[in-house]
């Protein structure tokens, strides 16, 4: 039973245009959500997070919404940028000591020039 | 920074083979785990670890054991290495306690011939 599920497993965005993500989630007892980005052959890098009381946080082009009663988080990245090409996982924290994190499957982000 | 570094980037193994993976982080983290990436399934949790010689199974345990005899130190290991572990293989380690952002090494690419 997957309890977070990225439903796009790609998207194709012009560069300085908005890219949208969408993360869908199950288990209402999650705590935190957070987005990890990877390049080809590297680890995934930790973008931004969002605790589970609210409902926006953001970072610079990136900015995650939560939608509780829809159990739906998304991913905004205005502008972006070729350098953004790469894959995105949503993950979700079952919360307290250990951080267990439930991820996606993540959603390669194409930027064209 | 936090490092994460993983012992091999590339390994090739023979089915049957006992295979020892190493990650070892640099940030005196109490959690580590380890993950492995398949395509369209995301990442998926194996093991991990909260503590010195304390571990717990995550959602695909079968044919894995893990060892964590020093706090920066967690070994994966493959008891007798079968085709259906080929897999990227990912090692993280973060904070204990609320949540905290795990970080990543770059990956083993593990192919069992």
């Known amino acids: 039973d997957q309890q977070v599920k990225q439903n796009s497993p790609s998207l194709s965005v012009q560069e300085g245009r908005i890219s949208i993500l969408n993360c869908d989630y199950t288990?209402?007892?999650?705590?935190?959500f957070l987005w990890y980005k990877k390049y080809p052959a590297e680890g995934p890098t930790f973008l931004i997070s969002?605790?589970?009381?609210?409902d926006k946080n953001e970072d610079g082009r990136f900015t995650v919404f939560l939608n509780k009663s829809a159990k739906h988080l998304s991913l905004h990245i205005v502008p972006s940028q070729p350098g953004d090409s790469a894959v995105y996982f949503c993950?979700?924290?079952?919360?307290?000591?250990?951080?267990?994190?439930?991820f996606g499957t993540g959603t390669l982000l194409a930027v064209q020039p | 920074d936090v490092k994460v570094t993983q012992s091999s980037r590339y390994l090739v193994k023979r089915t049957g083979e006992k295979v020892f993976l190493e990650c070892v982080q640099d940030?005196?983290?109490?959690?580590m785990f380890w993950y492995r990436q398949d395509p369209g399934l995301g990442l998926r949790l194996i093991y991990f670890?909260?503590?010195?010689?304390?571990?717990e199974k995550g959602d695909i345990p079968e044919g894995y054991s893990v060892s964590r005899e020093k706090k920066e130190r967690f070994s994966l290991i493959l008891e007798s290495a079968s085709t259906n572990q080929t897999s990227m293989y990912l090692c993280?380690?973060?904070?204990?306690?609320?949540?905290?952002?795990?970080?990543f090494g770059d990956g083993t690419r593990l192919s069992i011939l």
């Open positions: 940030m005196d983290h109490e959690n």
């Open positions: 993950a979700a924290s079952v919360g307290g000591a250990t951080n267990k994190l439930i």
């Open positions: 670890s909260y503590d010195v010689k304390m571990k």
């Open positions: 993280a380690s973060s904070l204990m306690g609320g949540w905290q952002p795990q970080h």
């Open positions: 288990n209402s007892m999650f705590d935190y």
């Open positions: 969002i605790s589970s009381i609210k």
